[in-house]
């Protein structure tokens, strides 16, 4: 946090803007590196210096959230699972390539994405039914029911939120299977 920003949790006050730029751009310079530590750090700027965040941002996946960009990196989380789970054990997803860009102009990078993901669910569909693209086709349509049109650009409290999306969806994998 360095001294400014323990200062700012002594004192309850805003948290210094440069220790949120700096965690962006760490997470930028490892290609959507989005650790526990990192995005705990983006949402505890958000709350504290956006108000009006205060609601909507959750501990966990917000399936109920609209915010554009908390939707954008869900959904580049979704179709990052649909990429490895139709080629187990690749080395380098979506995310080593395309995550800045996601994150900043989605406009320009999400058409590309979504090439990327047909050919992805059609291999999934060839090799494990029907089931897998059932599952994936449906968190999609959900997603894409909540956005308009995708931004040009993205602010950097948008980044931040698209990184809070993107992390929430991926963890929401890890959560054991309740027994039914």
């Not at 080629?87 to 406009?107: E, L, M, Q, V």
Request: charged fraction near 25%; glycine fraction near 8%; charge should be positive.
């Amino acid at each position: 946090y360095g001294r400014y920003g323990v200062s700012a949790i002594l004192q309850n006050s805003r948290y210094p803007a440069s220790l949120y730029t700096d965690t962006l751009i760490r997470i930028r310079a490892e290609q959507g590196c989005v650790t526990w530590g990192r995005v705990s750090i983006v949402k505890a700027f958000l709350i504290k210096n956006y108000k009006n965040t205060e609601g909507e941002i959750c501990m966990g996946l917000n399936e109920e959230s609209n915010d554009v960009a908390y939707v954008l990196g869900r959904l580049f989380s979704v179709l990052e699972s649909i990429q490895t789970e139709a080629n187990p054990g690749i080395k380098s997803t979506i995310r080593d390539r395309y995550f800045n860009s996601a994150c900043a102009t989605p406009a320009s990078v999400f058409p590309i994405l979504f090439k990327l993901e047909n050919s992805h669910i059609k291999k999934l569909e060839r090799e494990k039914g029907s089931g897998s693209k059932i599952f994936y086709e449906k968190i999609i349509g959900n997603l894409m029911e909540k956005l308009v049109l995708f931004p040009r650009s993205l602010s950097l409290e948008e980044q931040g939120k698209f990184m809070l999306g993107y992390y929430h969806q991926t963890q929401k994998k890890y959560e054991k299977k309740e027994n039914k």
